[in-house]
């Protein structure tokens, strides 16, 4: 079977990680089926309307189609709409006809896999990972978006959502098309466990954008501060994809260095290693839907603390760490001071089979790959 993928979110030189849990779905299944990716992105360094490049990933090719840019907001959006144009005749051209397009995530690019389902009968699957389902987020879901995403999912030959949380979000909204939950992916070769720090300090670790509204670092930084007065045997490393001045201020206002670590980005194999070296795993986020990093702390044998939010009970329960109310700081301070006497009393092992047995890129690739085939019996 040769597949399409369509990506909303991707990798470009000025945020070379967005979309990568997008990407591991692709790589699982690429195990399975004949993959291509295709993206397109406005360039100032691009003389021509299009240049096309072409990247070798693990098993599948990666089609980039670089845009010169407009200032008219049309022109541009008519620029965009010929570059993926262009690049699928690149892909018809020196790879395969496809025989399904696998959209990732819904808008915006979502328009491009509906419009070739009507013109050039290309079926596709979509799979969904956005939090703008969420009820925190109803405000951002206008009538205009609503209808938008309404059209191109329910015109999926089928719906793959990473939780089914995120399913029952999305059928709130009028979203009928089938569903099937597949969950995010991790590559349990890479990610292992370790043997934690050998400082003599307990390690509790901490990744995201550091997008505050979402993952409330501020507050766990508030309760590291209180839980500072009771003892000092742990640190906080923190790494990110983007620089929050303002939570680095309040570190150093409260005297917090020793305590709190910035790490900035990482590449995927340094960040395994944080893994190696960590106790424990922390999200305190007040949205979510199922977070790639809870499944990767789960494949190095670590139990987390995290909020009751999105699908992440559905994965979590008290074998695998604990689950708090979402901006309880309360709570918080309680459990952190719980978990850094008791990380070492949950089952390591069993963590880490939970993961293989549940999100493996082996077991991902057969989910994904099965659900194109069934589209095609």
Not at 50 to 75: G, H, I, L, M, S
Not at 202 to 219: F, M, P, Q, Y
Not at 286 to 314: K, M, Q
Request: hydrophobic letters at 40%.
């Amino acid at each position: 079977m040769n597949v399409l993928h369509l990506l909303s979110w991707f990798p470009t030189p000025d945020d070379p990680y967005s979309g990568n849990f997008c990407l591991k779905h692709i790589r699982a299944v690429s195990e399975h089926v004949h993959s291509v990716v295709l993206s397109a992105y406005p360039d100032e360094k691009v003389s021509r309307h299009f240049e096309v490049e072409v990247a070798d990933y693990p098993n599948f090719k990666y089609v980039v189609v670089r845009v010169r840019p407009a200032r008219n907001r049309w022109v541009r959006k008519i620029r965009l709409f010929l570059a993926y144009q262009h690049g699928l005749e690149f892909v018809e051209k020196n790879f395969f006809h496809p025989d399904l397009v696998h959209q990732h995530v819904t808008l915006p690019v979502g328009r491009i896999a509906l419009f070739w389902k009507k013109t050039r009968h290309i079926p596709y699957v979509l799979t969904e990972h956005w939090t703008i389902y969420q009820p925190q987020n109803s405000a951002m879901m206008t009538p205009r978006v609503r209808k938008r995403i309404g059209k191109i999912a329910n015109n999926a030959e089928k719906i793959l959502p990473v939780s089914y949380d995120l399913q029952c979000n999305m059928q709130k909204y009028g979203i009928h098309a089938p569903f099937q939950v597949v969950p995010n992916v991790v590559d349990v070769s890479l990610f292992l466990p370790g043997q934690g720090s050998g400082d003599g300090k307990k390690h509790i670790l901490h990744i995201s954008t550091l997008r505050d509204e979402a993952k409330n670092v501020s507050g766990i930084f508030r309760v590291l501060k209180r839980l500072s007065e009771k003892r000092c045997d742990f640190v906080l490393d923190v790494v990110h994809d983007y620089r929050r001045p303002d939570l680095e201020c309040y570190v150093k206002d409260n005297s917090m260095e020793e305590m709190v670590r910035f790490h900035g980005r990482k590449t995927e194999k340094e960040i395994a290693a944080f893994y190696a070296r960590a106790h424990f795993f922390l999200l305190f986020s007040n949205f979510e839907n199922l977070p790639c990093v809870l499944i990767e702390s789960f494949a190095c044998g670590l139990p987390v603390v995290t909020t009751d939010v999105g699908g992440i009970r559905e994965i979590v329960d008290d074998s695998r760490g604990r689950v708090l109310r979402a901006g309880d700081e309360d709570k918080l301070l309680e459990t952190l001071d719980f978990m850094l006497d008791h990380y070492a009393d949950f089952d390591a092992v069993a963590i880490r089979k939970y993961a293989e047995e549940h999100f493996s890129m082996e077991v991902i690739g057969h989910q994904i790959a099965a659900v194109y085939h069934d589209v095609f019996q």
